[in-house]
C-alpha cells in the first residue's frame, strides 16, 4: 500500500514524526512524495516478482527518476538513473542515461548491448 501526499519538505518531515513514524517517504517531485510502510517499496516488489519468475537479481537492470526509485536502482544488478533525475537518484545509479524525452531508456539499453 501506498500514499502520496501533496505537501513541502518540511511539511514532509513533520508528517512523517508525528503521523507516520512506521513508514518511510520518498520524494520524486517537488510538490509531492510517496509513503510506504517500512520495508515495502520498489526493492521488496523486485523481490516478489524475482521469486516469482525464478529471475536471478544479477540479471536484472533498473530504470528510475525520482527519490521513490532509488532502494530500486541500488539493488537491481544495474541501475539507471535517466538524465532528468534528481541527483540523489543519480548517485544511486549504476548509469546515468539521457533524459526520458530523449529516448534515455533506448540509449541505455544500447550502451549495455541489449538492443
Known amino acids: 500500500y501506498q500514499a502520496s501526499i501533496f505537501v513541502g519538505p518540511d511539511e514532509e518531515r513533520r508528517l512523517m514524526r508525528e503521523l507516520f513514524p512506521a513508514c518511510v517517504s520518498s520524494r520524486w517531485h517537488p510538490a509531492f512524495a510517496d509513503i510506504n ?61 539521457d533524459s526520458v524525452d530523449a529516448d534515455g531508456v533506448e540509449k541505455a539499453l544500447q550502451h549495455f548491448g541489449l538492443i
Open 37 to 97: 510502510s517500512r520495508g515495502c517499496d520498489k526493492r521488496t516488489g523486485m523481490d516478489t516478482l524475482l521469486a516469482h519468475y525464478g529471475i536471478p537479481l544479477a540479471a536484472t537492470m533498473a530504470f528510475g527518476d525520482g527519490g521513490n526509485d532509488i532502494s530500486m536502482l541500488e539493488y537491481a544488478g544495474v541501475g539507471v538513473a535517466m538524465g532528468n533525475a534528481l541527483p540523489a537518484v543519480k548517485a544511486a545509479a549504476d548509469y546515468v542515461t
